[in-house]
């Protein structure tokens, strides 16, 4: 609220004000063990999906990944509408109880990123303080790919795919994605050029430097990897796929095999190669305590996904 205050009335908002502000706000607060968190990931094998399971592999979070058919419609299913109503992946569920005394669903993928930073990136390994320039910048990327790449992307893979085929509308989309690839190359042509001069000398030397704050580089904001980065890649990832020219966009293909050589991204784009199919009968038990309801998995089937589901993919 303080910079929405200095921005109308004239004040000045620093990366120290900004700082101070949130360093209070997150005084007091309980730090989270990742070893604790207990989130359930209902995801498949898409982008969207990766998004989310990527985010939770860099955050290095515990979570259950629980592998939808959306060939067969498991998305369309009650169980499922009760914690997303759009019939969509991905959706979590936290059961951790540390923001909340009920689970909480969140459903959209840049939602979910967003969830995730705001309760489990205390130091902003990922993101970026509420408030100060980056932060509006990641925003700006995050939606960027929420509302262009992804949504045009996706009608390119439907048309190709579609019983009749339909020439123009695989050109206009096709030509769409590409010019959107190519505002992501010349932003990350830019980033280059900006790049500080120890970033830069520890990437000629090291590759994409990687300390306590995360990986630092060529990245879409702030010289750091974050989930603006995450959000754009995993379409990006799939370009050769969707039948996407990349020729003459060298710095988007620096960018892509930088983030595909990061062993957490690798083990998130491999989610849900490990998970099992949840039968309905025990989802839908599970569902049932999200907003608050008092029943809960009986003991005998709680044990037995406990078993199946707390699991990590490697």
């Not at 019983?163 to 123009?168: G, K, N, R, V």
Request: net charge neutral.
């Amino acid at each position: 609220m303080a910079s929405v205050y200095n921005y109308l009335f004239g004040g000045k908002t620093t990366a120290a004000s900004v700082d101070a502000e949130n360093k209070k706000k997150h005084d007091g607060h309980h730090r989270h063990d990742p070893k604790k968190t207990c989130i359930e990931l209902f995801t498949a094998h898409t982008p969207n999906g990766q998004k989310a399971s990527i985010t939770l592999e860099v955050l290095g979070l515990k979570y259950k990944p629980i592998k939808l058919d959306l060939e067969k419609g498991e998305q369309k299913q009650d169980w499922f509408l009760k914690i997303n109503p759009n019939g969509r992946i991905p959706a979590i569920v936290d059961k951790s109880h540390m923001h909340t005394k009920h689970d909480m669903s969140v459903f959209e993928s840049g939602s979910i990123q967003m969830y995730l930073v705001e309760h489990f990136d205390p130091d902003h390994c990922i993101s970026f303080h509420e408030g100060c320039p980056q932060y509006w910048e990641m925003l700006e990327w995050l939606f960027f790919m929420n509302s262009g790449i992804g949504p045009m992307q996706g009608q390119v893979n439907y048309f190709k795919k579609a019983p009749e085929h339909m020439p123009f509308a695989i050109h206009r989309f096709e030509e769409e994605t590409k010019r959107l690839y190519g505002v992501l190359d010349t932003r990350l042509m830019h980033m280059k050029k900006t790049m500080p001069r120890d970033v830069l000398e520890a990437q000629k030397n090291n590759g994409h430097r990687h300390g306590h704050h995360g990986h630092h580089g060529m990245f879409l904001v702030g010289h750091k990897f974050s989930i603006a980065d995450i959000a754009n890649f995993t379409w990006v990832n799939i370009a050769e796929d969707s039948g996407i020219d990349m020729t003459g966009m060298d710095h988007l293909m620096e960018w892509r095999e930088c983030i595909r050589g990061m062993e957490c991204v690798k083990r998130g784009l491999g989610c849900p190669g490990m998970a099992q199919v949840r039968p309905v009968a025990a989802a839908v038990q599970a569902v049932e305590s999200v907003g608050g309801h008092d029943r809960r998995l009986s003991e005998k089937t709680s044990q037995h996904w406990g078993s199946v589901l707390d699991i990590r993919v490697v």
